[in-house]
Nanobody, 116 residues
Framework: QVQFVESGGGLVQPGGSLRLSCVAS????????MSWYRQAPGKERELVATITNSAGIKNYADNVKGRFTISRDNDKNVLYLQMNSLKPEDTAVYYC?????????WGQGTQVTVSS
């Protein structure tokens, strides 16, 4: 079955950087677009970034554009999110996601906390 294992979250000071990883299994990773979402306490889950299957197109939410970079390694079945210039408002649980056979699949999430 489709599974994701996210890692790379943690506590970082404002202005710092983190790199999230999402290892995928159970489907043909290279054939599907992938996304990162995040959910802060008391808020709805929001889309952060999306990448097409071949990585030819990447889209970002306005509030992370220029600071975050989504990428993927189709040989290793891994999705990445490089996060730079982190702000306290980036604090959230981050999830990787795909839609496979008309169903959305999510990882377990990794916590990112930006605080001094």
């Amino acid at each position: 079955q489709v599974q994701f294992v996210e890692s790379g979250g943690g506590l970082v000071q404002p202005g710092g950087s983190l790199r999230l990883s999402c290892v995928a299994s159970g489907f043909t990773f290279s054939a599907y677009a992938m996304s990162w979402y995040r959910q802060a306490p008391g808020k709805e889950r929001e889309l952060v970034a999306t990448i097409t299957n071949s990585a030819g197109i990447k889209n970002y939410a306005d509030n992370v554009k220029g600071r975050f970079t989504i990428s993927r390694d189709n040989d290793k079945n891994v999705l990445y999110l490089q996060m730079n210039s982190l702000k306290p408002e980036d604090t959230a649980v981050y999830y990787c996601q795909t839609r496979w056979q008309l169903k959305d699949y999510w990882g377990q999430g990794t916590q990112v906390t930006v605080s001094s």
